[in-house]
């Protein structure tokens, strides 16, 4: 089996978007640069969050981190969800208890202020910051952009919190159902153009984060988020970028997922692997799905962990992952051995590619 250092990681990545075979799973780390890393906190004791997002050669330095370090298969940018709602007129402030949107939306009046920004002026330090770290990995790794799905950073913008719960934007969906969808369309017009603008810089892939879509039924979903959400994958299907989405406790609408014509769905823990391909068949892609606290634990418990979600697919169609985000107390050793667990997992030379392999193909 080819070394991680002679593969084409970026080769391998999108091969396994698209449900080809692999010499091995790819893997990465959602949060992979952040608070576990001693290099980080180094960072951050010169610089404020923000500012780290805000500075392209800062913000390339910490996404570069987890690469160097673990020898992870991608990079993503170091950025927030955040951005498109302060690029889209909202005051963002960034303090140690958690981000804060200043004036939430509450009403018409608030969804018709917020801005269609220019990516190209208002937040062209994160198209720097890609094109730095673009340049130094080189074009065998790929470098993933992302953004906030349109059902999650619509509730941050309702309730000016990312921390606790969601109560005022349900409300709005029960009590003005129209003044919603105004919002999420809203939001998914200039997060379309906001990861467009990310793979003209040089993402090979963008993610979709949805953190909150377990706070909907499987039809609220499908009448709310949904839409906006498809509306958001179509734009990026305009590149030759892949979609992953993930979207956290959603394993009762698998389905709906799916219908969002996203290449790659990221599972979090709660959902087997092999349950949801039987659910999904074998024309989607899945990234996941380890607890991130099995990464609390050893090396050896970090690896097995890495090695049964492996084992749960065959390696087929699947980039390995967490369910979430590492968690700041986790141990650099442990997950050092999770990314070295996917590298050195044997796996059949010739698996048998998704159904759809060919149409899918043709997309990159």
């Known amino acids: 089996m080819a ?14 978007c698209r449900g080809e075979s692999v010499e091995r799973v790819p893997a990465w780390i959602m949060r992979q640069a952040g608070r576990y890393l001693p290099e980080y906190l180094a960072v951050r004791e010169k610089h404020s969050f923000l500012e780290i997002c805000k500075t392209p050669d800062v913000a390339a330095e910490v996404s570069l981190q987890p690469f160097r370090r673990l020898g992870v298969d991608a990079v993503i940018v170091f950025s927030d969800i955040l951005i498109v709602a302060e690029a889209m007129g909202m005051p963002l402030e960034v303090p140690d208890s958690g981000p804060i949107l200043r004036n939430p939306i509450r009403d018409r009046a608030a969804v018709e202020r917020l801005r269609i920004f220019d990516p190209g002026a208002a937040t062209k330090f994160l198209g720097d910051a890609i094109r730095a770290i673009c340049a130094a990995v080189g074009p065998d790794v790929p470098v993933i952009g992302f953004a906030a799905a349109p059902w999650t950073l619509a509730c941050y913008m309702i309730e000016g919190q990312t921390r606790g719960d969601v109560n005022t934007a349900k409300r709005m969906m029960y009590a003005e159902p129209a003044l919603l969808r105004a919002l999420l369309e809203k939001i998914a017009q200039a997060t379309g153009a906001y990861l467009r603008a990310q793979i ?22 499908e009448e709310f988020e949904l839409p906006a959400t498809r509306s958001v994958i179509e734009e990026i299907h305009r590149t030759d970028a892949p979609a992953i989405l993930f979207a956290k406790n959603s394993g009762h609408m698998l389905a709906s997922l799916a219908a969002t014509g996203a290449d790659v769905l990221s599972l979090d823990w709660r959902l087997e692997l092999d349950e949801a391909r039987r659910i999904l068949g074998r024309n989607v892609g899945l990234q996941g799905n380890v607890d991130p606290r099995a990464l609390l634990t050893s090396p050896e418990i970090a690896a097995e962990a890495a090695q049964g979600a492996i084992a749960k697919t065959g390696g087929i169609g699947h980039i390995l992952n967490l369910g979430h985000g590492i968690l700041p107390q986790t141990p650099v050793e442990n997950a050092h051995a999770f990314i070295r667990a996917a590298h050195e997992f044997p796996l059949p030379t010739a698996a048998t590619p998704l159904q759809g392999e060919a149409t899918r193909s043709a997309m990159w």
């Open 200 to 221: 003209d810089a040089g993402a090979a892939v963008v993610q979709l984060f949805d953190t909150w879509a377990g706070e909907l039924s499987r039809g609220e979903y």
């Open 3 to 16: 070394s991680a250092d002679t593969l084409n990681r970026k080769a391998l990545f999108l091969r396994a």
